[in-house]
């Protein structure tokens, strides 16, 4: 069984600010991890992915996510906000399947909304 | 590259009726799934298709739920009868065959359903 914690619903940043969104996991397997991102009125896009390479991820927009197995956490980071940011954000859990090297289905997080002010 | 299409993007149905929901997949991927997000609660997984072949369809609700995937191509979820507790945002999502060794999943922008 595989879930994610997304620790908190909203987040709200100045344009400039860092930005952290939470996420800690749970997976009884080697895991593969997921930040999606959804923007009003559009599909879910990938911001970035962790599949057992290495533990600093590096996605689209600058933002990026370390994975901590001692932790259990996958938390997401950006230096500063753009307003273009604002938007709900998810982390998702799959079991990666090393022979094929696709990805089961996902296990999303509950999303956290950022919002970022002026 | 075209994206992944959902068709259509709201719909707005009594309880009792039935209605069908359409994803086109990005062409040339053998992968299609169907997500689903209640209000207020996360997204959920329905099922997932290996080209017209059902993978795993362990995420759907009830026998309310038919999904068909004609030729491998687009999909159909149809709902009947329809319910309150049906209404949400239903995604579809598509991968490539597993030989390409890819990782993620591309989403459509979701149909909202409401049933009345």
């Known amino acids: 069984a595989q879930s994610v914690t997304q620790l908190d619903s909203h987040v709200s940043v100045s344009e400039g600010t860092p930005v952290l969104l939470r996420c800690n996991y749970s997976?009884?397997?080697?895991?593969?991890l997921f930040w999606y991102v959804q923007h009003p009125n559009k599909g879910l896009q990938l911001l970035l992915k962790?599949?057992?390479?290495?533990?600093l991820v590096k996605g689209i927009n600058g933002f990026e996510a370390e994975f901590k197995k001692s932790e259990t956490s996958f938390h997401l980071t950006k230096p500063s906000a753009h307003m273009s940011d604002a938007a709900e954000y998810f982390c998702v859990v799959s079991k990666f399947y090393q022979g094929t090297g696709t990805a089961s289905k996902l296990t999303f997080g509950t999303g956290t909304r950022l919002q970022v002010t002026l | 590259e075209a994206g992944v299409t959902q068709f259509p993007s709201h719909s707005v149905i009594e309880k009792g009726q039935t209605v069908t929901l359409r994803c086109d997949p990005i062409?040339?991927?053998?992968?299609l799934y169907w997500y689903r997000r209640v209000m207020g609660k996360e997204i959920k997984f329905l099922l997932h298709?290996?080209?017209?072949?059902?993978?795993?369809e362990s995420g759907m609700p009830n026998n309310r739920f038919l999904a068909e995937r004609t030729g491998g191509t687009y999909s159909t979820l149809k709902v009947q009868p329809a319910e309150l507790e049906d209404s949400g945002v239903y995604f579809c999502?598509?991968?490539?065959?597993?030989?390409?060794?890819?990782?993620?999943?591309?989403f459509g922008p979701g149909t909202r359903l409401t049933v009345t």
């Open positions: 999502a598509s991968s490539p065959d597993r030989a390409l060794r890819t990782y993620e999943q591309y």
């Open positions: 997976s009884s397997y080697s895991p593969s």
């Open positions: 962790y599949t057992s390479a290495a533990t």
């Open positions: 062409s040339g991927h053998d992968n």
């Open positions: 298709f290996v080209k017209e072949s059902k993978q795993d």
